[in-house]
């Protein structure tokens, strides 16, 4: 079945710093991926949606320059949280979908905890 | 506005008994449904789907969703709940097949007493 990885699945950074999350579709080309961020006790939040060779939709309320997303190839999206604060530590989660049809549901990476100290 | 809603944060089931999850959603149209399960610290699993046709839809795990348009809801069910079931569990909708730009509900927590 489809495989959506995710890397790293954990990650401390400091205040100030900047952090990048990858997402990667193993075994199916992906032109469309999408960054969630879920609060602890809280549901998925859909950030952006992530387009392959053009600039990254986001959903209103999120800082592009803060979350800078980059989908370079086919098979890869990251997302760089620059100037880290604590109030951006989260749990991130990306997917994408297989190209087998518009019936086709997201698959999902098992997430990035994220905690800025 | 588009929105799902879980109306139970917490369920605690024992071994063994049966099992439902509300969900109800308020969109303009049908939507596409979705129930989701996310263990501790990792991704959602994908547990079933509905898109038109049979009201009643089977999912892995055992677990079984039933569409009502006229009540606006999509209830997850498990006759016999298993210890490995404790988890999170998010119904989802979207206005596309594929579920491009899903809105989630809020979640309902899962607890299985053995």
């Known amino acids: 079945g489809a495989v959506v990885s995710q890397h790293p699945s954990r990650v401390i950074c400091k205040s100030g710093t900047s952090v990048k999350i990858e997402c990667r579709s193993l075994?199916?080309?992906?032109?469309?991926m999408f960054w969630y961020r879920q609060f602890p006790k809280q549901s998925l939040m859909l950030m952006a949606t992530s387009n392959e060779g053009s600039k990254a939709t986001y959903e209103q309320g999120v800082e592009k320059d803060k979350f800078l997303i980059n989908h370079a190839s086919l098979t890869l999206s990251t997302l760089t949280v620059t100037s880290a604060h604590p109030e951006d530590s989260s749990f991130y989660i990306c997917?994408?979908?297989?190209?087998?049809?518009?019936?086709?549901?997201?698959?999902f990476g098992n997430g990035t905890r994220l905690t800025v100290t | 506005a588009q929105s799902v809603t879980q109306p139970d944060i917490h369920i605690t089931v024992s071994e063994g008994a049966s099992l439902e999850l509300r969900c109800n959603y308020s969109y303009g149209a049908t939507p596409y449904l979705f129930w989701y399960v996310q263990s501790p610290g990792q991704g959602l699993q994908l547990l079933l789907k509905?898109?038109?046709?049979?009201?009643l839809v089977q999912g892995i795990k055992g677990f079984e969703a039933e569409f009502k348009r006229s009540q606006s809801s999509f209830n997850l069910r498990k006759p016999s709940v298993h210890w490995s079931d404790a988890a999170e569990y998010f119904c989802?909708?979207?206005?596309?097949?594929?579920?491009?730009?899903?809105?989630f509900g809020t979640g309902t927590q899962l607890k299985v007493e053995l």
């Open positions: 075994d199916f080309q992906a032109t469309t």
């Open positions: 997917s994408a979908r297989p190209p087998t049809g518009n019936d086709s549901p997201l698959h």
């Open positions: 989802a909708a979207s206005i596309t097949g594929g579920g491009n730009k899903l809105t």
């Open positions: 509905y898109f038109s046709g049979d009201t």
